[in-house]
């Protein structure tokens, strides 16, 4: 049985390259390739391929945030400009790297990692990419059959849901499995932790409400209002000169 294999890449040299050096590979079927994250997805969705050799920084939708986006990943190679450094925020998770410019021996290599995991038909965990090391301030979203892209400044806040948050914005909330404290470390001084459920984006803010005896609320432009706790309401206090 062949393996299916997809090849995602911006760059045309980079895709010639990975099919040169798998030209002799009799187990590898290439069933397609594409330029970008988009074009991706929909040939994963309709080719259900069994391995993915995979570019992260691309227009439009990165690699990363692409797999975000997969129930179920393929097995997947990624290729990568980063730095070592870089690439050391999910070494551990990813089946395997290929940072630019890489050999044949350095691919095949690569390759022989994939078909161990493919052929034990393990489902491949999708690496825990710190949200900046995304490529973009931006958090993406599958919303039904479409894809947001939801620039940090356009949240309103997040709020936690067990395993997800709820990213909270003008035009509506969606959910998200990311941890809050992934995006309290990213997101920094432009937000703050009002509340052990809530992340509040400070430009949003319009003003504090007395709830009850030593209780406040906090409002927003938006009109939402939020439970804000004793260290939420300090910090408040501290960042906003309140």
């Not at 390259?17 to 994250?37: M, R, S, V, Y």
């Not at 998770?93 to 022989?112: C, E, F, H």
């Not at 001084?189 to 003003?207: E, G, M, P, W």
């Amino acid at each position: 049985m062949k393996i299916k294999t997809l090849i995602i890449d911006d760059e045309e040299l980079a895709r010639t390259l990975i099919k040169k050096f798998l030209e002799d590979q009799n187990d590898i079927e290439i069933i397609g390739e594409a330029a970008d994250g988009f074009e991706g997805l929909k040939l994963i969705q309709n080719l259900q391929p069994d391995l993915l050799f995979l570019d992260i920084q691309m227009p439009k939708l990165t690699g990363l945030e692409m797999l975000e986006l997969l129930p179920k990943p393929p097995v997947t190679i990624f290729s990568t400009a980063y730095d070592q450094y870089a690439i050391e925020a999910f070494e551990k998770n990813a089946v395997d790297y290929l940072l630019k410019p890489y050999s044949k021996d350095r691919l095949l290599k690569a390759l022989g990692k994939a078909k161990e995991k493919w052929q034990r038909n393990e489902s491949p965990k999708i690496p825990e990419i710190p949200l900046k090391d995304a490529g973009s301030r931006r958090v993406v979203i599958k919303n039904g059959t479409k894809i947001e892209m939801i620039p940090y400044q356009d949240i309103h806040y997040i709020e936690t849901y067990g395993d997800y948050v709820w990213i909270h914005t003008e035009s509506g909330k969606y959910l998200k499995q990311r941890t809050m404290k992934e995006f309290e470390n990213v997101l920094g001084a432009d937000f703050l932790r009002v509340h052990r459920s809530y992340l509040v984006n400070t430009s949003c803010i319009q003003k504090l409400e007395l709830y009850e005896k030593s209780s406040y609320l906090l409002v927003l432009k938006s009109g939402s209002k939020l439970a804000v706790s004793k260290t939420g309401y300090k910090l408040l206090k501290d960042h906003l000169g309140w």
